[in-house]
């Protein structure tokens, strides 16, 4: 290793991130206030490291969501993604600087035991409010729907090694890293009870923004911590480390806060000790200090037991025994994953899934969206930034999410014996759905599509043809073939799905909604435009002076507008769930560039000042190409788009100002414009479609074309 105070091979060590403070803790899954607890005693449990020359394995769901929040990013407006991305490739690169070698490990789908099903409806009750919070103007912390599909996307790019599991990672996490003798990185306390050989790194006190150079070398290192388990094994009377999965049970993790844990510890007797903070402090210092007696978890569960009625003590030791299980290390080798690009999952083989969905899964191909829905019939649609009294923005996508129910609606054997012995939702090919309503959660019944018989065959269905499922896509969006043939190969799939959500809207979109979407996918080609050392200067000018306007838009958003928040929450989801689709068919359109399509900064900045007539022509003016490919997607989207949205928007008007307006003519200019409307430039109007009045004029200048 090449990190410095190194523990000699073999010497166990266990490693506890510090506290961030509430907005941290409430998305960091783990054993609540063990974090804060052990920074109080941070001098006695920490050593300091110089990181560099490693192997390093990451907790990639924690990794995504400590640089998400902890990096001045803008988090109402629904994601700033490009911003997000560039965070984590600066990441990785002060990784690559010092000569560590990431292995990141992502969460999948959750366990088919599902005991924590519990655990997360209450995660999803807090990001609610925290939601809820950030859209009336309050503080919050709620990732952006699909920060974990662009986190992905960068890795990828930057060939950072990752693997997703079949479900939890953290027990595959630890055996990996003990497998190859190196520190773990990470924010979950769960880490203080796995048997760690070399440590665990708190992602809080991993300063990979401030890396140095050891001295009189070019050897750059991470500061960072390490959590010493001797040394608070040694606080609590030389405790025996193999009693802390019982004291993680006792104290209540992620999986099991057992019914009897208050009542057993309002019978014993809690050892108190000075400066303990709050009750869980409280129950975390009396906890360690009472097991420290025991010689070992044995002895412990027989004294635990004394405490309850002789009735159903056998069930406590039971539920208790199988708890403590899940600090044991995994069946997995991840380890052979990364050698040789396959591992095996037992319980996705025992699941009986398709080969090609195993492998699909773990190579990040599938989202765990989709194993939710095939082997719990359940899933969970995460909140956004949304207007809470609206239905949840989820409803829009949810004909694309029936068409996946459909493909996954013939499953294994095994798992049509778990229906039919009351472990699935009874009903063929239904799926629960976990959303919210209103500012709590509630579960609905969603039954699948009714697919053809071609399509019912999940172990075959990446076999058929392209062009066949490529058809069972684009219906699904409500989408002719024809009309994506002159757009860009990586912008199809979201000019599709801009497509299917301008007609299931609800309230429906406005003409400035689906401008401001067009100008914002126009950024990352325009981006590319203007790096482009190929191209003459005055055309990279024109691409490179557009960019830098626009990205001073994102810098301006303004106030948020919560309807039109809503309708692109309903749009992001539309997108998330085309995504996830497309994956499931083996991606018959290529995927599109998350990391450059959407900013919501860029988009409600330019809502507002499209709504306040700028005009569209004016902007694109001084670089062609990119007004042509605003063209195409236009002219793609607007054939998709209700009359409506073409039509002037009516204000409520007093008496006095219709009078005034009676005998006046009617306007020439494009909808919501003035004759001297404001814009960011000057410019001819090479947009006649935007200046349409009434379906008519709409249809007019679409023959005119």
Not at 21 to 38: D, E
Request: positive net charge; contains cysteine; charged residues 20%.
């Amino acid at each position: 290793m090449g990190h410095q105070n190194q523990h000699p091979v073999g010497r166990k060590q266990y490693a506890l991130p510090l506290s961030t403070g509430p907005s941290w803790t409430a998305v960091v899954m783990g054993i609540r206030g063990l974090m804060s607890f052990v920074e109080d005693h941070s001098n006695e449990f920490f050593t300091d490291l110089k990181l560099r020359d490693t192997k390093l394995v990451i907790d990639g769901y924690a990794l995504f969501h400590r640089l998400c929040f902890n990096s001045n990013l803008e988090l109402r407006y629904g994601g700033d993604y490009d911003s997000f991305a560039d965070v984590v490739q600066k990441f990785f690169e002060s990784l690559f600087a010092c000569n560590i070698r990431p292995y990141v490990v992502l969460d999948g789908g959750c366990d088919i035991s599902d005991k924590k099903l519990t655990t997360l409806k209450d995660r999803l009750r807090e990001k609610i409010q925290a939601a809820h919070s950030l859209s009336v103007g309050g503080g919050g912390y709620v990732c952006p729907l699909l920060i974990r599909e662009v986190f992905i996307q960068v890795l990828i790019k930057l060939q950072v090694c990752f693997v997703q599991c079949f479900s939890e990672a953290d027990r595959d996490i630890m055996t990996l890293a003990n497998h190859w003798n190196c520190p773990v990185l990470s924010s979950d306390s769960d880490f203080c009870i796995f048997d760690l050989h070399t440590g665990f790194c708190p992602l809080s006190s991993f300063q990979w923004r401030n890396r140095n150079a050891l001295k009189g070398t070019q050897d750059y290192y991470i500061p960072a911590k390490c959590f010493s388990l001797g040394a608070f094994c040694r606080h609590f009377r030389n405790m025996n480390r193999a009693l802390l999965p019982l004291f993680a049970v006792l104290c209540g993790n992620d999986y099991v806060s057992p019914p009897f844990v208050d009542a057993f510890l309002s019978k014993i007797r809690l050892p108190l000790q000075a400066g303990s903070k709050g009750r869980r402090h409280h129950r975390i210092l009396g906890l360690l200090n009472w097991l420290s007696h025991f010689a070992d978890p044995a002895e412990a569960l027989d004294n635990i037991l004394k405490y309850l009625p002789q009735k159903g003590r056998e069930n406590v030791k039971e539920l208790l025994c199988c708890s403590m299980e899940e600090y044991q290390q995994s069946q997995a080798k991840l380890q052979d994953f990364f050698r040789d690009g396959v591992y095996i999952c037992p319980d996705a083989r025992n699941l009986g899934l398709p080969e090609w969905v195993q492998v699909a899964l773990a190579k990040g191909q599938l989202s765990p969206f989709i194993s939710d829905a095939l082997v719990l019939r359940r899933t969970i649609l995460h909140t956004q930034v949304e207007n809470m009294k609206q239905p949840n923005a989820h409803r829009t996508s949810q004909p694309i999410r029936q068409t996946m129910y459909g493909l996954l609606s013939y499953p294994s054997a095994h798992l049509e014996n778990l229906c039919r012995n009351g472990g699935l939702p009874p009903r063929p090919g239904a799926v629960s759905e976990v959303e919210r309503i209103h500012k709590n959660i509630k579960t609905s019944v969603v039954g699948p599509a009714k697919l053809p018989e071609d399509l019912r065959d999940l172990g075959k269905l990446v076999e058929l043809p392209l062009l066949r499922r490529q058809r069972l896509l684009l219906e699904t969006l409500g989408v002719n073939r024809t009309l994506l043939e002159p757009i860009p190969a990586a912008l199809q799939l979201p000019v599709a799905v801009s497509c299917y959500w301008l007609q299931h809207a609800e309230p429906r979109a406005e003409l400035h909604h689906l401008q401001a979407l067009l100008l914002a996918i126009l950024t990352g080609p325009l981006g590319a435009m203007a790096r482009n050392p190929g191209k003459e200067h005055a055309q990279t000018g024109g691409a490179r002076m557009l960019y830098e306007e626009l990205q001073s838009v994102k810098g301006t958003p303004g106030a948020l507008h919560l309807d039109t928040a809503h309708l692109l929450c309903q749009w992001q989801s539309c997108l998330q769930m085309g995504l996830y689709l497309n994956q499931l068919l083996g991606r018959p359109l290529p995927e599109p560039d998350l990391t450059r399509l959407y900013s919501g900064s860029l988009v409600h900045g330019l809502c507002q000042r499209l709504q306040a007539s700028v005009s569209v022509e004016g902007l694109l003016g001084p670089c062609p190409e990119a007004e042509h490919l605003y063209q195409q997607l236009f002219t793609a989207t607007k054939s998709c788009a209700p009359a409506e949205l073409f039509l002037p928007k009516r204000k409520p008007s007093s008496r006095r100002d219709k009078q005034k307006k009676k005998g006046t003519g009617r306007s020439k200019n494009r909808v919501g414009a003035t004759p001297r409307a404001p814009s960011w430039r000057d410019g001819s109007n090479r947009f006649a479609l935007l200046m349409c009045e009434s379906p008519e004029a709409h249809a007019e200048a679409c023959e005119l074309e």
